[in-house]
C-alpha cells in the first residue's frame, strides 16, 4: 500500500536522540528531520545527523534533515536585581544600551531597533505576555506606556508587529552555523524571521546549490510580499510560533490559508508548525483540537506537518508521530479532500515539463494507474508532477541521493536513489522494479512513466509511457 501524502517533520532533541528511538520515528511515519540551531551545541547537531543518516541507511529510505537557523531574535537587556515590574498605564523609558536596566528603565542591546521604532508601534515582550506602545520619541530615547503589565526578566524576548526592522535575517552566529550545518551536508537550511524578498537572496547568494532553503514566514511584513518571498525559495514554513504573537491571535489562521495558497500557486512545499501536538509534550494523547488542527493544514494542502517540543522534549515522540500520521490518512480518505485541492492548482506554464506533468496526472486519473514515476535528477520533475495533486502519488527515481533527499518534504513523493538510465528499455525495467520495491504498484496495475530523452540531461522532460505490471 502507498503510504500518505502529507510529510511529517520532527524536531530532534533529547527526547529522540536514542538511535533506538531514532529509528521507531523512522518507523512510525517520519520523512525529515530539523535541527534547531536554536538550542544544543555544533557538536550534538553533528551527532544527530551521524544518528540520522545510520537509522536512514538501516531503513533504506531517503531521509531529508533541515538546519533551522536561530535568527535575528530581539531581546531585551538585563535589569539589576534579574527583572522589572511593568504595571497598567505605566510610562517607561526604551533605551539602546548594553547596560542593565532597573526600575523604569528597559535597555535594549539592538540600536538598530530603537531608531526604528516610531511613535505608536507596539513592542509584545515574552512571548506576547506584556505589551508596550512608543507615545514619544527623544532623541536617544524612548517613552512607552504600559498596555498590559507583567513581569519582566532579563533577556526576555521582543516582538514588534507594526514595523520592519532593518536587521538581517542573518546574524554572524547564523553565518557560523550555516556554514557548519552546510558541512554537515544538510538538505535544507531554513531561515527564521525572513521579513523581505532580499533576506532569501542574501542566504542564495551564501548557500550557492549546496542546499534549499526555506523561508520561515513569521514577520507580519513577510505577509506583504509573501509571493515573490516563496519564489524565491524552494520552500516556506508557516511558522506560528512568533508569527501568533505578532499577529492577533484570529488573524494567524488568515495568514496560514495565506501562505499555503502563495506556495501551492507557486508548486513550492509549505510546511505548517509550531503547537500541531503540543499538549503531547506530556500527555500520551493530543486534545481534539489539536487534531483538528492537523486536520486542518492538511485539508488546506500543506505538504508537510510539523512537530517541534513533541519529539524534542516531550514524553511521547513515536505516539505524537503515529497519531500525526493517522489525522493525515484520515484526512486523505476524505473525498471532500480531494474534491477541494484543485482549488489551489499551480497553473501550468507554456512548457513542454510542465504540459508533460499535466499530462500524466490526467492520463493516472483516466486510467487508474498506481502511480507516476518521475526520473529526475534534480527533482525538479518530481516536484511538477507533484504540484497537480495526482491521487496516485508521485515515485521520484533519481541517481542523486542529495535529490532524494530532498524530495522528503514534498507531497506525495517516495524517492528512490537509482542508476542512470541507459535507454527506454532500461528505464522501464527500472520503473517496474522500484514500484514493485516500495509496494505502490503490484500484478495488473499501470503505472505512468515520465522522463527526459536523451537520458541524463536535467530539464527535458518530455516523454511519458505508460506500463501495465505483469
Not at 531521509?63 to 534579574?82: M, Y
Not at 499535466?358 to 529526475?376: F, N
Amino acid at each position: 500500500m502507498r503510504t500518505r501524502d502529507c510529510k511529517i517533520v520532527a524536531t530532534m532533541g533529547p527526547a529522540s536522540d536514542p538511535p533506538e528511538r531514532l529509528a521507531m520515528l523512522i518507523e512510525a511515519g517520519v520523512d525529515c528531520f530539523r535541527l534547531n540551531f536554536s538550542h544544543g551545541s555544533r557538536e550534538d547537531h553533528a551527532r544527530r545527523m551521524d544518528s540520522i543518516r545510520a537509522a536512514e541507511a538501516k531503513a533504506g529510505a531517503a531521509v531529508g534533515v533541515f538546519a533551522d537557523l536561530q535568527g535575528p531574535k530581539i531581546r531585551v537587556g538585563t535589569f539589576e536585581g534579574g527583572e522589572i515590574k511593568l504595571r497598567f498605564n505605566d510610562i517607561v523609558t526604551l533605551e539602546a544600551s548594553d547596560q542593565p536596566g532597573s526600575g523604569k528603565l528597559i535597555r535594549l542591546p539592538h540600536l538598530e531597533l530603537v531608531n526604528a521604532l516610531e511613535e505608536g508601534d507596539i513592542l509584545k515582550l515574552d512571548d506576547g505576555k506584556m505589551q508596550l506602545t512608543v507615545i514619544e520619541r527623544g532623541r536617544n530615547q524612548l517613552k512607552a506606556r504600559v498596555d498590559f503589565g507583567g513581569t519582566l526578566k532579563n533577556q526576555k524576548g521582543v516582538n514588534v508587529p507594526t514595523r520592519r526592522i532593518p536587521i538581517s535575517a542573518l546574524t554572524p552566529k547564523d553565518r557560523e552555523d550555516l556554514a557548519y550545518a552546510l558541512d554537515l551536508n544538510v538538505d535544507y537550511i531554513a531561515l527564521s524571521f525572513v521579513q523581505h524578498p532580499e533576506d532569501v537572496r542574501e542566504a542564495r547568494h551564501l548557500i550557492g546549490d549546496r542546499a534549499g532553503i526555506i523561508s520561515k514566514i513569521e514577520k507580519p511584513s513577510a505577509l506583504t510580499q509573501i509571493d515573490e518571498i516563496v519564489e524565491l525559495s524552494d520552500a516556506v514554513m508557516v511558522a506560528r510560533g512568533d508569527l501568533g504573537v505578532e499577529l492577533p491571535p484570529e488573524q494567524v489562521p488568515i495568514a496560514q490559508r495565506k501562505i499555503i495558497r502563495s506556495a501551492r500557486a507557486a508548486g513550492k512545499p509549505v510546511i505548517v508548525a509550531t503547537h500541531m501536538l503540543e499538549s503531547m509534550v506530556e500527555a500520551a494523547t493530543p486534545t481534539r483540537a489539536e487534531a483538528s488542527d492537523v486536520a486542518t493544514a492538511v485539508y488546506q494542502g500543506a505538504d508537510a506537518v510539523m512537530l517541534s517540543a513533541e519529539s524534542a522534549v516531550g514524553r511521547h515522540p513515536q505516539s505524537a508521530v503515529a497519531i500525526m500520521d493517522r489525522i493525515i490518512r484520515a484526512v486523505e480518505e476524505d473525498e471532500e479532500y480531494w474534491s477541494s485541492l484543485p482549488r489551489d492548482m499551480t497553473p501550468p506554464q507554456a512548457t513542454t515539463a510542465d504540459a508533460i506533468a499535466l499530462s500524466a496526472r490526467h492520463i493516472a486519473d483516466t486510467i487508474g494507474c498506481a502511480t507516476i514515476v518521475a526520473y529526475t535528477a534534480t527533482g525538479s520533475t518530481a516536484i511538477r508532477v507533484a504540484r497537480e495533486r495526482p491521487r496516485c502519488g508521485v515515485t521520484g527515481l533519481t541517481p542523486v541521493l542529495a535529490t532524494a533527499r530532498r524530495l522528503s518534504l514534498v507531497w506525495g513523493v517516495r524517492s528512490r536513489v537509482t542508476e542512470d538510465v541507459t535507454g527506454v528499455e532500461d528505464m522501464v525495467e527500472k520503473a517496474e522494479a522500484a514500484v514493485r520495491a516500495l509496494g505502490v504498484a503490484g500484478p495488473d496495475d499501470r503505472v505512468a512513466i515520465i522522463a527526459g530523452i536523451p537520458f541524463g540531461r536535467a530539464g527535458k522532460t518530455n516523454t511519458i509511457r505508460v506500463l501495465r505490471l505483469e
